[in-house]
């Protein structure tokens, strides 16, 4: 007992490790006071070796613990002095702040424009079936409208489908059709998303590419609407001053069909390289949803009416930066992410 109580005592005291090692030679090395009066037992007589036994034990379990936890607590108070001579006046290391993409940050400015009149956004599929993307809007198997969009087919060997029957998407207009499907007017709706085209790669053209759907179905839903949807989203995104208009166009899913022109961000309408010196650029395509896609839908197109539009998101970016290749959008080069 007595041995333990001035070998705990002493521990606590220790100032450092060495003074820790020394206390542990003078109790438990080869010639320690405990080591001693272990080695004592044998003249202790029999019936009291087995207690006496225990006790030394004991007492050499509490000195090996406590010393442990000393050390333990010297070590974090010696981590700590370490800390405090750090030296506080060094430059510090500065981590590089990723951002947004430009295009995220783009779709995110127009799925707000959008909202703020009442449009939901939606998701939907990019490997669709031939009927989604072309049957149910209007674009039959014959259409020479498929021309224009040269389509990415999927391998149906080792599928129930029929070859030709699922493809990539080529328009987001795919998802008119899925919508309608499933709810009722009135639908207010904006579908940005992913398309695929068999293309060549140019400065304007890539294989994959964004675009901004919307359209509306509703009671008393009249061109004007449309025009005057157009015009709204235009000012806001690019600015008070801008001005749209608007000329006819053909698409097979909306009727009358016109094409959105805006005056030229770079020169103001006075005609540039940028414009080609027309003083407008072409901007979007849209429309009246067509009777026919309204029907197919169980939809009566006497009651409803609908319109629809639909531009490529990365045409709106570059128009906005006035970039004059769409790859650059796709290039990982941080010299070019980092400007936005
Ligand atoms: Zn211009």
Redesign the pocket.
């Known amino acids: 007992m007595q041995i333990k109580n001035s070998a705990v005592s002493m521990i606590i005291e220790a100032e450092n490790q060495k003074e820790l090692e020394e206390i542990k030679l003078q109790f438990l090395g080869r010639s320690g006071r405990l080591t001693l009066t272990l080695k004592e037992i044998t003249k202790v007589p029999a019936e009291k070796r087995a207690i006496v036994g225990r006790l030394a034990n004991e007492v050499k379990n509490v000195i090996e613990e406590t010393l442990e936890e000393k050390k333990l607590t010297l070590g974090s108070q010696i981590s700590n002095q370490q800390k405090q001579s750090i030296d506080i006046t060094n430059p510090g290391i500065k981590p590089d702040i990723g951002h947004l993409h430009p295009m995220t940050q783009v779709l995110y400015e127009v799925a707000d424009i959008f909202k703020q009149i009442g449009f939901q956004a939606a998701d939907g599929p990019e490997i669709e079936t031939d009927y989604h993307n072309f049957e149910a809007l209007n674009i039959y198997k014959d259409h020479p409208a498929r021309d224009t969009q040269q389509t990415l087919y999927l391998d149906t060997r080792d599928s129930k489908s029929n070859p030709g029957e699922i493809i990539l998407r080529t328009q987001t207009s795919n998802m008119q059709i899925r919508i309608m499907e499933k709810f009722t007017p009135p639908l207010r709706v904006i579908v940005p998303g992913k398309v695929f085209r068999y293309e060549q790669t140019d400065a304007s053209h890539g294989f994959e590419f964004w675009q901004f759907e919307g359209f509306a179905v509703d009671k008393n839903i009249r061109f004007t609407d449309l025009l005057g949807v157009l015009d709204y989203f235009v000012k806001k995104f690019f600015g008070e001053n801008t001005k749209i208009r608007f000329a006819s166009h053909n698409f097979p899913f909306t009727e009358p069909s016109l094409e959105g022109h805006i005056s ?16 407008w ?1 072409e901007v979007l395509g849209a429309g009246m949803i067509h009777p026919n896609v309204l029907k197919r839908m169980n939809i009566n197109p006497s009651k409803y009416q609908g319109f629809a539009f639909g531009t490529g998101l990365s045409r709106l970016v570059t128009l906005r930066y006035q970039m004059n290749d769409l790859r650059l959008l796709t290039d990982p080069d941080l010299r070019i992410l980092e400007q936005f």
């Open positions: 030229c961000i770079t020169c103001k309408g006075k005609g540039c390289r940028f414009c080609k010196f027309s003083g650029v």
